[in-house]
């Protein structure tokens, strides 16, 4: 071992605890990162968002990491001949299926679907190389890096905590370090350790969804899969292809998120309430469902899978704690949440900025551990995820009329955009700018509102004019204040492009 104590150790060397290492060991501190895997190996959260671009750019300003900027944009990971598969994302790109149906043409009057164009060209990244990527980088700055270290249990004293671990081989060894943070996803080691998992039968979220993912190779083009015309594929401000694509129907929706090497990575998501658990194999249901929307089927038929299908049970989960004396967690081992907004990797960069702040400026130097200087840490992640949960379920409630759902997802894109507009991304320590705007409570009463309102209409056959005339208006004037792209104004059918460097958006920004 390198060191005698580390001034933090980092449990999982995914995406947060790798990013986590880059800054801290940047900072001039003692790292240890610690992985019970081998780099490169898949990970989900391929798929990223403005937030998420505009954070790493952030940090890596803040705290002089040229490879954060870098990885701010599909643009300059290309650029600067980076080592990481990715694929451009410049579209959130979703589509409405109902059972057999085939094609999409203008002249039928409405188009279900909604093209949003993002500020500048996001990235998918293939996670098994950008999170080895990541490792390297933080090693280079210095962190210690343990491969196939399995972290077994830890014990906390007075002066830090020691951790246990185990390697392929049975041997064992230990690690001391001053602080902790657990990075190692959804079977956290700490919540294992302190049986923090809150029981699902006692889970504060209504969202309640499931998972059936993989990636294939050589997927069909969509446009190319269902018949259209001209006008349809022209009203697309750049490809349908370079963004992340979600194919909706009633209880679900698939993502297609396509990487410049041919493979694509595709994953069915399902409202476990309309979509009980079931015994079945992901194949066997993935297939299933997948031959009820002939679009998605022709894309997907007879394209060969690079790995077998992974089927979870619900996703969501929660812990009674996500910070302690000397430990936090990042998110992913924390909360969990569904892939809808692809927040994952925004989410888990916002939450590694507020613990890396906390411990540089105040912390380390102080030498004090004690978890109240991570309660604010704790408050504004449990928020966060509640309110995306609450979201998503809207999400899922609202897809069983188009024109619901389209004016549900303009809401929900305000709140992201509101966020990045008010300067949140800046201000990790105030419970007044939380991820999609949470923190905001004029936001979230108007947010309330509007949910309750699909929630209702959840219940219904169908939405009358009425009611989706006013779901519209709520959504231009209610709510003109964090709408910055005149959502809901029917001339943009649905389509809205790049915002103009004129626009009031950047003319206000934060
Ligand atoms: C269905 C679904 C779809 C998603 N889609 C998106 C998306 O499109 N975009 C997005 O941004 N986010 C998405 N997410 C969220 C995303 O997956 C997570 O935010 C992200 O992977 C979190 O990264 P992480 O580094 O915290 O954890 P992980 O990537 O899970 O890494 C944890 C690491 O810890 C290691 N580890 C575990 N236990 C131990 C131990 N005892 N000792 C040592 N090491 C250990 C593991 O081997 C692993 O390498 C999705 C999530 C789900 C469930």
Sequence with gaps: ??????????????????????????????????????????????????????????????????????????????????????????????????????????????????????????????????????????????????????????????????????????????????????????????????????????????????????????????????ECDDAFIGRTPVPRIRGTQHHCFDGGWIWFIPFDNGVTSVGLNLDIDTYPINGKTGEEEFWEIIGRYPIVEKMLKGRETLMPFIKTKRIQFRTKQAVGDRWAMLPGSAVGGDGWFSTGLGFTLLCAHRIVDMLHTKMLKDDDFSRQYLENYETALFKEWKYVCRMVDGIYKSMRHFEVFKYYCFFCFMGAESFVHRGGIKRPHDLKYLLLNVGDDNFVAKFEEFYTMVKDLHGREEATQEQLDYLRDFVRYEMKDYNYRDYGNPIYGGVHRRLDKSSRYFAELA
């Design 1 to 226: 071992m390198d060191k005698v104590m580390y001034d933090v150790a980092i449990i999982g060397s995914g995406f947060g605890g790798a990013a986590s290492a880059i800054m801290l060991a940047k900072l001039g501190h003692t790292v240890a990162l610690i992985e019970k895997g081998k780099h490169p190996r898949f990970a989900l959260g391929e798929s990223t968002t403005p937030i998420m671009s505009k954070t790493i750019r952030h940090l890596g300003q803040k705290y002089d990491i040229p490879e954060f900027v870098n990885l701010a944009s599909y643009d300059t990971i290309m650029s600067a001949h980076m080592p990481i598969t990715c694929g451009p994302k410049e579209l959130f790109h979703y589509f409405w299926h109902e059972p057999g149906l085939s094609s999409a043409t203008l002249s039928n009057g409405i188009v279900p679907e909604i093209i949003v164009q993002t500020p500048e060209v996001d990235t998918q990244l293939y996670r098994a190389e950008s999170d080895k990527y990541l490792v390297d980088v933080a090693i280079s700055y210095g962190a210690d890096y343990f491969e196939e270290t399995t972290v077994e249990d830890i014990e906390f004293n007075d002066d830090g905590a020691v951790i246990k671990c185990s390697r392929p081989d049975g041997s064992a060894s230990e690690i001391k370090t001053r602080f902790i943070i657990d990075g190692t996803g959804h079977r956290s080691l700490i919540s294992q350790r302190y049986d923090l998992i809150v029981p699902q039968e006692e889970l504060d979220t209504p969202l309640n969804s499931r998972s059936i993912f993989t990636h294939f190779k050589d997927v069909g083009d969509f446009e190319s899969s269902l």
